[in-house]
């Protein structure tokens, strides 16, 4: 899917055999070209997430309006020269709000998915490495984790520990535990048995430093992958939460936040509701993209390797 | 059998865990289910006399042992808030999720079966590039944009559809199906594209047998080769798929119900949540649990009914 113009014009021609080889090979330089270098559907992407970053890092920089100020004289009011993107029903800067909102996006993105790989590592190695009753345990632990509906556990964890910011990156993290550490268990159980742990074993190195020294660095690529992948996920569930009013709480504007506040005023102020989930959109979007490019990057220098 | 038994005894295990963590997570963190009962200016006799007439200053073992008892007679405790039956409420509701679940499915799988046959004929051909580009995109949707957009398009802007509401299937079917359509196309705009992924792959493989070969070879029309000879073998693992997503669905539906207004399980849950009344929030997640797990072991038997390789192997590794 990565360049989708080059195999436009391979495949234009098809109709004999003749060009079909010739097709073949346009589609294996193609590939080739895929290889080595990343294309547009990657730098276009990374732009606009690097263009998302900074503008929620620098966010009190930038000499907008704080994200709860309220502007009497443009309550409601569409994108105009005074603000960019409008403003929502108590009047306050939507272009703000909605940078404000990706500090909370972000740091969800990135902080849920490290907590939930970190933790499923421990558990996923202990279960493939040590077997038997630790494994049985912790594969109890996963399916009862899994029996429940992801939303349904954030649910239960916002009624009990309320809505700040670390408790949404943590129990979002917890969500990431159970696939995380099968995969891990699933690698580790594949290398534990391995010719190199065995002389390591001999050599009278210790669990841990077989562990760390011996599986880690061969299992790592997977859950690298596997991170990628989460990024988003866990922006689209923090998306959700805040939309149900779950999330981080009231002042803090989050873009889920900002999307339920919009849904009310549809039909008056459609551009509460729209710009939010158009920048959601794209930067959820955008993480596949980049993620994708990246994973298939790492399987390739992984062939290359072999 | 011995399979059965094995994975039996796993899901037996595994619902006692969760239904005892969530008892745990219910009743013991929040503070005192008794002082949000009384309300905020009552005495510390009141909140006794309630916690001594609710029985909650008794063991935990001993609460979450009566509680566990009561699911397996029917007993599912009563709302704090409106003295509602739990199992009642929950059984009240949940044909309208299941029916919501049924007609996300059904549009799901009425664009993964042709969008997937599509994709599997040519693999990176034209189509095949467009429809994974089209996937890729509405996987990066979530449904409650999704549903957003639906409302802004073809509520407000063209008056189609309403944007809210739910009629009984007494009032009619269309009447029912009307104010239903927005919200499973929803969900089904998420989850048709790992239908159409699995379906791709599965057919591309099919598409290379023999018969395949030869029934191209007899002449026959591409389309009926597709339709008639390849779906059927190629549906295998889009099957089993539909099944695990039936449980996925019962997460997603909870926040379509809240944007539309559907008086499914999942608006019992979040009114529940807002309200914080705790034993209907733990008569839900019990629900969503023993739904989710039901359905696993479905499609577990259904595997090894028709993979007889599935029955010999372990229950998991």
């Known amino acids: ?306 | 059998m011995h399979y059965l038994f094995r994975r039996f005894q796993r899901l037996f295990i595994v619902m006692i865990v969760v239904t005892f963590v969530t008892f745990l997570l219910v009743n013991i963190l929040p503070g005192d289910v008794a002082y949000e009962m009384a309300g905020m200016d009552s005495s510390e006799a009141e909140v006794e006399a309630i916690r001594e007439e609710m029985g909650l200053n008794r063991p935990v073992l001993i609460r979450y042992a009566e509680w566990v008892g009561g699911i397996f007679t029917g007993d599912w405790g009563r709302s704090f808030i409106n003295k509602e039956d739990v199992w009642h409420a929950i059984m009240q509701r949940f044909p309208v999720s299941f029916e919501l679940m049924i007609l996300a499915q059904a549009i799901a799988l009425a664009m993964a079966i042709p969008a997937g046959m599509l994709s599997a004929y040519r693999p990176n051909g034209r189509g095949d590039r467009i429809i994974g580009a089209i996937a890729f995109a509405s996987v990066s949707m979530p449904s409650f944009m999704t549903a957003i957009l639906l409302i802004y398009f073809f509520s407000l802007h063209l008056g189609w559809l309403p944007a809210t509401g739910y009629e009984p299937l007494s009032e009619g079917l269309w009447a029912n199906l009307k104010p239903m359509i927005l919200p499973a196309l929803s969900l089904a705009l998420v989850e048709w594209t790992i239908l159409m992924r699995t379906l791709r792959v599965e057919m591309i493989s099919v598409l290379q047998e023999n018969y395949i070969a030869l029934a191209r070879a007899k002449g026959m029309s591409n389309r009926r080769i597709l339709w008639v000879h390849a779906l059927r073998p190629s549906s295998f693992s889009m099957i089993t798929l539909l099944g695990l997503q039936v449980a996925r669905l019962l997460g997603g539906t909870i926040i379509i119900e809240q944007i539309f207004g559907i008086p499914g399980v999942g608006r019992l849950l979040i009114h529940a949540v807002y309200t914080r009344d705790f034993i209907v929030i733990q008569g839900c997640v019990t629900f969503f649990a023993l739904a989710f797990v039901t359905a696993n072991f479905l499609v577990d038997i259904a595997y090894a009914w028709l993979d007889p390789r599935v029955r010999t192997r372990g229950a998991h590794g």
């Open chain 1, 1 to 306: 899917m990565a360049d989708i113009s080059h195999s436009n014009a391979a495949s234009a021609g098809a109709a004999n055999a003749g060009t079909e080889v010739q097709d073949k090979h346009a589609a294996a330089i193609a590939l080739h070209k895929r290889r080595t270098r990343f294309g547009l559907l990657f730098w276009i992407p990374l732009g606009w997430l690097i263009i998302v970053a900074v503008a929620a890092i620098g966010a009190p920089f930038w000499g907008l309006p704080a994200p709860d100020e309220i502007d009497w004289a443009y309550l409601q009011s569409p994108p105009s020269e005074a603000h960019w993107l409008g403003t929502d029903v108590l009047g306050r800067d939507l272009l703000s709000r909605i940078i404000w909102g990706a500090r909370v996006s972000l740091t969800v993105g990135f902080a849920a998915p490290a907590i939930g790989v970190g933790a499923g590592l421990i558990l996923g190695m202990a279960a493939g490495y040590y077997r038997g009753w630790v494994d049985e345990v912790v594969g109890i632990a996963i399916d009862s984790w899994l029996a429940i509906p992801g939303l349904v556990v954030l649910l239960l964890f916002a009624v009990i520990f309320g809505g700040s910011l670390f408790m949404v990156c943590f129990s979002l993290g917890l969500l990431f535990i159970p696939t995380a550490a099968r995969i891990t268990r699933a690698a580790t159980l594949n290398y534990a048995g391995r010719e190199f742990v065995l002389a390591a074993r001999a050599l009278g190195a210790s669990d841990f430093r077989i562990l760390s020294k011996e599986v880690f660095p061969n299992i790592i690529w997977p859950l690298i992958a596997f991170i990628l992948i989460d990024i988003p996920i866990a922006i689209v569930i923090e998306g959700s939460l805040s939309f149900l009013g779950l999330s981080v709480k009231a002042p803090t504007p989050s873009w889920g936040g900002i999307i339920a506040e919009g849904r009310e005023h549809l039909s008056t102020a459609p551009w509460i509701s729209l710009y939010p989930t158009l920048v959601m959109f794209v930067t959820v979007l955008s993480f596949n993209l980049v993620g994708d490019a990246i994973r298939r990057r790492l399987a390739d220098v992984r062939e290359g390797a072999i």
